[in-house]
Nanobody, 126 residues
Framework: QVRLVESGGGQVQAGGSLRLSCVVV????????IGWFRQGPGKEREFVAA????????EYADSVRGRFTISRDHAKNTVYLQMNSLKPEDTAVYHC???????????????????WGQGTQVTISS
C-alpha cells in the first residue's frame, strides 16, 4: 500500500511561485509514475504533470508546460511540483497520485492512478 502526503500549498499573487511536495510512503514504487492533478472550483479534476520514478521522464499538461516543473528526489522519496508564473486559473486543490502501471500509447501517457493523497489548496489572487 502506497501512501502520499502533499504539502506546500498556499496563497500567492498572480505571477508568483509555489513549490508543492509529495512524500511517497510504503510499497515498492520503483516502477511507478507519480503525478499531480488539480480540481478547481466548479471544474473537473485534470492532469497536471507526471514523472516516472525510475527514469525521471516527465509529462505535462499543455496548460502548465513551460511554467511548472516536476522532479523527484530518490533519497527523500519525494516528488516536487515547482510552479512559476502562477495565474488565477491555477487556483485548485492539488492532489498527488501514484500510477502503478504507467501506460503509454504512441508515446502519449494515459494516467490511471492507483493511490491518491489528500490534496493541498493553492489559491492565486489577481
Amino acid at each position: 500500500q502506497v501512501r502520499l502526503v502533499e504539502s506546500g500549498g498556499g496563497q500567492v499573487q498572480a505571477g508568483g511561485s509555489l513549490r508543492l511536495s509529495c512524500v511517497v510512503v510504503g510499497g515498492t514504487f520503483s516502477r511507478y509514475a507519480i503525478g499531480w492533478f488539480r480540481q478547481g472550483p466548479g471544474k473537473e479534476r485534470e492532469f497536471v504533470a507526471a514523472i516516472r520514478w525510475s527514469t525521471g521522464s516527465t509529462e505535462y499538461a499543455d496548460s502548465v508546460r513551460g511554467r511548472f516543473t516536476i522532479s523527484r528526489d530518490h533519497a527523500k522519496n519525494t516528488v516536487y511540483l515547482q510552479m512559476n508564473s502562477l495565474k488565477p486559473e491555477d487556483t485548485a486543490v492539488y492532489h498527488c497520485a501514484a500510477d502503478g502501471d504507467p501506460t503509454y500509447y504512441s508515446g502519449t501517457y494515459y494516467p490511471q492512478m492507483d493511490f491518491w493523497g489528500q490534496g493541498t489548496q493553492v489559491t492565486i489572487s489577481s
